[in-house]
């Protein structure tokens, strides 16, 4: 392989700081809205730090990692997080990761720069037209929080909802169509190095009947699993840059964390305008470094 | 967590099984990238530019190794958490779901298995 020998590389203390920042603010962003923090990442290594695509790809894979391992434990301590669904859409997402990954190598870097844009952009509007989230699930109401629950055997389960106040029971539906949704996403994660939580999460509410908070905590928990089946792809031919990567992973488990502890307290149609509005910026910034106009040289 | 005459509900044993998975995992891997980190920035050398899946162990500066080491045990911990769940499914007979986590396990092997190839 070509980057075997690679050589040192020597980043300033400004620039180890700035990336840390940098994953602060993705981290933060990502474990709020459900998505990794890739969707932000990405395009900031590339457009900001000049970074070249595919090493900025599997540097947030390994951030999609740390912000579904670090917002993981809290939604799961929670009971949010429904880790049979999880499990059962990571086969079909898994195989897309792995997919993705291989595809990314062999495509140049400003059309993968052009794949993002345009699947950030459908994205965006996709959001923005469903932005008020309909409610799925029976709910009881009650003062009283308690943990979520599923259900062995099935895909269903309870979990206390602080905006609605009450246990909402649901029951999951069109697990097929759903996992279909998957595999793109996982083939879209693999190759662009997002999480892919921006397709699964409004598939898992609008197309599958799980609460907003459920897919967005089941989704955190799953592209974790989806970044892994990629990531070793890139490990293996080089892509990771230990020294970059390292305050970039760090600064997004702090702002994941933090994240996290916001998101139990924000709206179902305040998480999606925020995503929409993000998905929008990334989309024209991308779609610019794809057609040759580099904003920061 | 919860009454001490309530029974706890199996699912959010496996819960918390999971948290714990994630926690350590998670704390382990951040505790060898910022003493990565230091070493490199300490050494002056700042760090190897990339680093290969075989290769963690054997390559770059003490600081590099510490780090890559850091960054493959983070890269492992989502296969552990499946590993985990498909234990407790197995525990609670939920045989269904412990086949359909063995399945995704043996996607994640294979995919290891490739980036070792590259």
Redesign the interface.
């Known amino acids: 392989?070509a980057?075997?020998a690679?050589?040192?590389?020597?980043?300033p203390?400004w620039k180890?700081a700035a990336l840390f920042a940098s994953g602060l603010g993705a981290g933060f962003l990502g474990a709020w809205v459900g998505i990794g923090g890739g969707v932000v990442l990405v395009p900031l290594l590339v457009l900001g730090f000049g970074i070249d695509p595919k090493i900025a790809i599997a540097t947030s894979l390994?951030t999609v990692?740390?912000t579904?391992?670090?917002a993981?434990?809290v939604y799961?301590?929670r009971?949010m997080?429904n880790?049979?669904l999880a499990?059962?859409l990571?086969?079909a997402t898994?195989?897309g990761?792995?997919t993705g990954?291989?595809l990314a190598i062999v495509v140049p870097s400003d059309a993968l720069a052009g794949i993002f844009a345009l699947v950030m952009g459908a994205t965006s509007a996709l959001m923005l037209r469903n932005a008020r989230t309909r409610e799925v699930g029976e709910l009881t109401p009650s003062d009283t929080p308690t943990?979520g629950?599923?259900?062995?055997?099935v895909l269903a389960?309870t979990y206390y909802d602080l905006t609605r106040k009450g246990v909402v029971h649901y029951r999951v539906t069109r697990f097929a169509g759903g996992s279909l949704i998957a595999l793109l996403a996982g083939a879209v994660s693999g190759m662009l190095g997002v999480g892919g939580g921006f397709l699964k999460v409004p598939a898992m509410n609008l197309a599958m009947d799980v609460p907003m908070k459920v897919a967005v905590a089941t989704s955190n928990?799953m592209i974790?699993?989806t970044?892994?089946?990629?990531?070793?792809?890139?490990?293996?031919?080089?892509?990771?840059?230990?020294?970059?990567?390292?305050?970039i992973?760090?600064g997004v488990?702090a702002g994941a964390l933090a994240g996290t502890a916001y998101s139990g307290r924000a709206s179902h149609a305040a998480i999606k305008r925020v995503l929409a509005i993000v998905l929008i910026v990334v989309a024209v910034q991308m779609a610019l470094r794809a057609l040759g106009v580099h904003l920061v040289s | 967590l919860s009454a001490e005459a309530e029974p706890v509900p199996a699912s959010h044993r496996g819960h918390v099984y999971i948290q714990w998975v994630l926690r350590g995992g998670l704390a382990l891997a951040v505790v060898l990238l910022v003493i990565g980190l230091v070493l490199a920035i300490a050494g002056g050398e700042h760090g190897r530019a990339a680093v290969h899946l075989g290769h963690v162990f054997s390559e770059g500066s003490v600081g590099d190794r510490f780090v890559a080491v850091g960054l493959a045990l983070l890269a492992l911990t989502p296969v552990v958490r499946v590993l985990a769940l498909v234990l407790i499914w197995l525990a609670e007979r939920d045989r269904k779901f412990a086949l359909i986590g063995a399945i995704v396990l043996a996607v994640l092997a294979f995919s290891i298995a490739t980036g070792h190839g590259g």
């Open positions: 392989m980057l075997s690679a050589p040192m590389i020597t980043l203390l180890l390994l990692i740390g579904s391992t670090a993981g434990s799961v301590g009971g997080t880790t049979r499990i059962a990571e086969i898994s195989i990761g792995i990954g291989l943990e629950t599923e259900e062995a055997g389960g928990f974790g699993v970044a892994a089946s990629s990531v070793f792809v890139y490990f293996g031919r080089g892509y990771v840059h230990p020294l970059l990567v390292a305050p992973v760090l488990v």
